[in-house]
């Protein structure tokens, strides 16, 4: 019994030595939910878009949305770096830096960065993304005919036609003298948009084809144009006989030109002249995204993992499991 009784002893001993350490050694005893340092969530560049903002007639704003996505822990110091570089020189235009402070949600957020460059050519964007001052991932678009982005002054929803059946520009001969002829002109206009347009006047500049001698300049008030209709401008012009003249129409809106055309009208009976006609549609176009380049760091995507004090030290089962081996080996010598 002595003996037993001294067993139980060392037993409850080691358990009030394990209890008391852990009590005023810190370390001691490990806290499983000490998982060490906060590691920082990873953050990608989920996605870029860009739309035309302002635009005058040297320089156009380009709206540059990011959308970056964060996983994980909070992420501090995270920042966006743009920059338009020249499609053709490869030279940089502009660069703009936005800071977007620590990310702590799950999921995507949107940034946007306005770049104003030149109203010509197209651009390189490049969006580079930092976390901590270093570069984690980056994306990059290209935009092309940004000279297609005109400011208020030059929108319009009215233009010359272009067709066959409905020339821009036509003339008939209204009266033929010995010396010079009267000519009818006619300019044919549609508004493609959804309100009248207002406020047009048509100017006719008749010029002698081989001198380029303006020989009549008029022009017209043109009305106003109803939505979705076509309609004519008529004036009159006199001009000296046996030459052949390019009939020039300029849609003008408040002094500003909105749109050109041209015709032919040949007298010369010996020698005639042709409008020739080339028309290009230049429209604004953003190239689809493409991912970064080889010498940056691609995304990485991180297992969750766990980490633990790296002092010594008994956690509270081992203190339990040293009691229960105590009571055992107790009983066993009692037998």
């Known amino acids: ?145 940004v000279s297609a982005i005109k400011p208020p002054y030059l929108r319009s929803t009215t233009s010359f036609t272009d067709s066959e059946a409905l020339p821009p520009v036509s003339f008939a001969v209204a009266e033929a003298g010995e010396d010079r002829t009267t000519l009818d002109l006619t300019a044919t ?27 009549s300049r008029t ?9 979705g209709r076509t309609e004519t401008v008529d004036a009159s012009a006199s001009v000296p006989n046996d030459y052949n003249y390019y009939i020039d129409a300029v849609l003008l809106r408040d002094g500003v030109v909105i749109d050109t055309a041209r015709g032919a009208a040949n007298l010369n009976p010996t020698r005639t002249i042709s409008v020739n006609q080339t028309r290009e549609d230049v429209e604004l176009r953003v190239e689809d995204f493409e991912n970064g380049d080889g010498d940056v760091p691609q995304r990485t995507d991180y297992e969750q993992t766990e980490t633990s004090s790296q002092a010594p030290g008994f956690g509270p089962i081992v203190a339990v499991v040293g009691l229960l081996a105590a009571v055992f080996a107790a009983r066993r010598w009692s037998k």
Request: charged content about 20%.
């Open 219 to 227: 022009t017209v008030d043109a009305g106003t144009i109803a939505a």
């Open 1 to 145: 019994m002595e003996r037993n009784a001294l067993l139980t002893a060392g037993a409850v001993g080691v358990v009030v030595v394990a209890l008391v350490a852990a009590a005023v050694v810190p370390g001691v005893v490990a806290d499983p939910t000490d998982d060490g340092p906060v590691r920082p969530g990873p953050v990608d560049v989920a996605g870029v878009s860009i739309a035309a903002g302002q635009a005058t007639g040297e320089t156009v704003t380009l709206e540059i949305e990011t959308r970056i996505d964060h996983r994980g822990n909070p992420t501090q110091n995270v920042s966006v770096l743009v920059r338009a570089v020249d499609a053709e020189s490869g030279l940089l235009t502009t660069t703009q830096e936005l800071d977007v402070g620590t990310l702590s949600k799950t999921g995507e957020v949107a940034t946007t960065t306005n770049l104003t460059v030149p109203r010509e050519g197209g651009y390189d964007i490049e969006v580079v993304l930092y976390s901590d001052d270093e570069r984690v991932d980056q994306a990059r678009k290209s935009v092309r005919g």
């Open 189 to 215: 206009l549609t508004n493609a948009g959804d309100d009248p347009a207002e406020d047009l006047s048509v100017m006719f500049v008749l010029r002698q084809a081989e001198s380029n001698i303006v020989a």
